[in-house]
């Protein structure tokens, strides 16, 4: 895809504000309206990325149209290196604009790719106050089906409601949302007396038993608050 101004082939992706700026003559292209992007991922990008190697790699484990948008938009940056760490990146910022939030942590892993690259990349491409879904319940969806595997519990209705006090009560103010809902499982877990429940947080949501213990701390002095939601 080409700049209709200046015929310049060089984009960034500015996700703040929906707009694909050319990196020549500064036209920026409001890109993400859902029937244009429908319409352009159908008829323009499917065709050219169906052959790619990253479709073909991911395609049991993303959707179609994911992978679609994350190689489109891994085209639109002109980057020389980590062009692996680019296509992460894009695949991640792919499933938060499709409500299938990953954390970039699982992205690293899936696609066997350097987080520390990809956090860099974010930062470079100031993507980092825009990285999170705008609301807890994708990720809330998904790690409560996870809960339910492990320990054949279906507690999300309990998640739903120790987030939200996490968020009236500022509890967990500036913490990453996966770290929240995980804090609101193990709230959970504890209270339901559930024995060895961290490793088994540790292993199936590639979080580190530190965290876990630095995550319960922080909540602990309204640990009754939050059993009396419990149900």
């Given amino acids: 895809m080409n700049c209709i101004y200046c015929d310049s082939n060089s984009f960034v992706i500015n996700f703040s504000t929906s707009d694909q700026v050319c990196t020549e003559c500064g036209t920026a292209t409001f890109i993400f309206d859902t029937e244009i992007q429908t319409h352009s991922l159908d008829c323009n990008v499917k065709k050219k990325t169906k052959n790619h190697s990253w479709f073909n790699q991911f395609s049991n484990t993303f959707s179609d149209n994911i992978i679609h ?3 489109y938009l891994s085209e639109s940056y002109n980057v020389k290196k980590h062009k692996n760490e680019l296509f992460a990146m894009c695949l991640y910022m792919s499933c938060k604009y499709f409500d299938a939030y990953r954390t970039t942590k699982e992205i690293s892993t899936i696609t066997n790719t350097r987080l520390i690259i990809i956090h860099s990349l974010l930062s470079k491409f100031d993507l980092v106050k825009n990285i999170l879904p705008s609301d807890f319940t994708s990720i809330i969806n998904r790690f409560s089906i996870i809960v339910f595997e492990i320990f054949n519990l279906n507690i999300r209705h309990n998640i739903i409601n ?14 990453r949302k ?22 088994l947080i ?5 979080i580190s038993l530190v965290t876990i213990n630095k995550l319960l701390l922080i909540i602990k002095p309204h640990l009754n608050f939050i059993n009396s939601v419990i149900t």
């Fill in 202 to 206: 540790c292993e199936h949501f590639n």
């Fill in 69 to 71: 948008h994350a190689i």
């Fill in 178 to 199: 996966d770290s929240i809902v995980v804090t609101a499982i193990c709230c959970v877990l504890q209270r339901k007396s559930i024995r060895r429940f961290k490793k």
């Fill in 162 to 175: 120790i987030v939200d006090l996490f968020d009236k009560y500022n509890m967990l103010n500036s913490k």
